[in-house]
């Protein structure tokens, strides 16, 4: 099975993303901007703009200018928990984005119903094959399912295994799979699987398109998989979505962080509203830190366990035609 072969397992997926390959860009937070994601979509993946904590006007000339920069189609990632998310989604339609991932948690039935309205493929992340369903039931166009070896907030299941339980029993969309995926091996067991495409994020994060410091990227290179570590909750009154990063200072300020605030709600300083969202917004700040700022000691180098087999500073072109070289090959030797 050659080329022609692994065309014929993803067709799904490249109908449906309208790319060459069905190899979507993970939305990572200060990293996928409109560099990244051109750059993915020029070189026939599907790149997807990370919206994060942008506001509407930042989205807007985010979106006109990756528009600029590729005549390909890429999708647009938004935060359910956003407050601003009906208006985001708003932009997205005056912008004439084909397709809008939304993670972070269920979309409302609006959202769901205004997405459809103005023609959007929507793409949804299921941890489980019942939410899965769900989903599909209210309207989304595809799945992501992501497992714990990703990078960043992650669920508690291994890519693996949620591959095993959703792919037989979610056929009637798309699905994608993400988290831990490095080679083109892998991705050709996940077709023949019954995936419809891959998403990739850590491998993106060392392109030479991608705006990160180089002191990240370098991280990224020298680290090995056990280096990335996920965070660990210590106090079941503020359920902390567990966040995959590299171990540094800034692993261990985030242990410190919880204890200090959870010590100050037992206290009766802050309310329990207020100190949960001290714990989340701790990795804003730390992520930026070291995207933007460099700062690898105390940020946050949220990297996915597929970080041991980044070697090198390349073109975004040669990682997925290696991606894809590599996906031939192992269907050829089967």
Same mark, same amino acid.
């Given at each position: 099975m050659s080329e022609a072969g692994l065309e014929?397992?993803?067709?799904?997926? #490249?109908?449906?993303?309208?790319?060459?390959?069905a190899i979507l860009g993970g939305a990572m937070t200060w990293v996928s901007d409109r560099n990244l994601v051109a750059a993915i979509s020029n070189a026939g993946g599907f790149g997807v703009l !990370?919206? $994060?904590?942008?506001? #509407?006007?930042?989205?807007?000339?985010?979106?006109? !200018?990756?528009?600029?920069?590729?005549?390909?189609? &890429?999708?647009?990632?938004?935060? #359910?928990?956003?407050?601003?998310?009906?208006?985001l989604i708003d932009i997205l339609g005056e912008c004439d984005i084909s397709h809008v991932v939304l993670a972070g948690g269920i979309p409302k039935a609006p959202q769901i119903a205004k997405i459809k309205s103005f023609g959007a493929k929507l793409m949804c992340f299921a941890p489980t094959a019942t939410l899965a369903k769900k989903l599909v039931r209210s309207g989304a166009d595809a799945i992501i399912i992501e497992g714990m070896e990703a990078g960043g907030h992650i669920g508690p299941v291994s890519t693996s295994v949620l591959a095993q339980e959703i792919l037989p029993v979610v056929q009637n969309v798309p699905v994608f799979v993400a988290g831990g995926i490095g080679r083109g091996e892998a991705i050709a067991s996940y077709l023949k699987m019954g995936a419809a495409g891959v998403q990739l994020g850590t491998r993106f994060v060392v392109a030479e398109e991608c705006i990160a410091h180089p002191n990240f990227k370098k991280a990224f290179i020298s680290a090995k998989a056990r280096d990335a570590i996920a965070s660990v909750q210590i106090d079941p009154q503020f359920p902390v979505i567990p966040v995959r990063a590299l171990r540094n200072e800034g692993t261990e300020k985030f242990m410190e962080t919880q204890r200090a605030v959870v010590g100050s709600y037992h206290e009766g300083k802050v309310p329990l509203s207020e100190a949960q969202m001290q714990i989340e917004l &701790?990795?804003?700040?730390?992520?930026?830190? !070291?995207?933007?700022? $460099?700062?690898?000691v105390t940020g946050s180098i949220m990297a996915g366990q597929s970080v041991g087999m980044v070697k090198k500073i390349e073109p975004t072109a040669d990682i997925i035609n290696e991606l894809v070289e590599q996906a031939c090959a192992s269907l050829s030797a089967a």
């Open positions: 014929a397992l993803w067709k799904r997926g #490249t109908d449906f993303l309208g790319s060459k390959y !990370a919206c $994060g904590g942008m506001n #509407t006007e930042q989205l807007k000339a985010e979106i006109e !200018a990756t528009h600029k920069m590729t005549d390909k189609p &890429f999708g647009v990632n938004l935060i #359910t928990l956003h407050p601003d998310i009906d208006d &701790f990795w804003g700040g730390a992520l930026r830190r !070291a995207v933007v700022d $460099g700062d690898v």
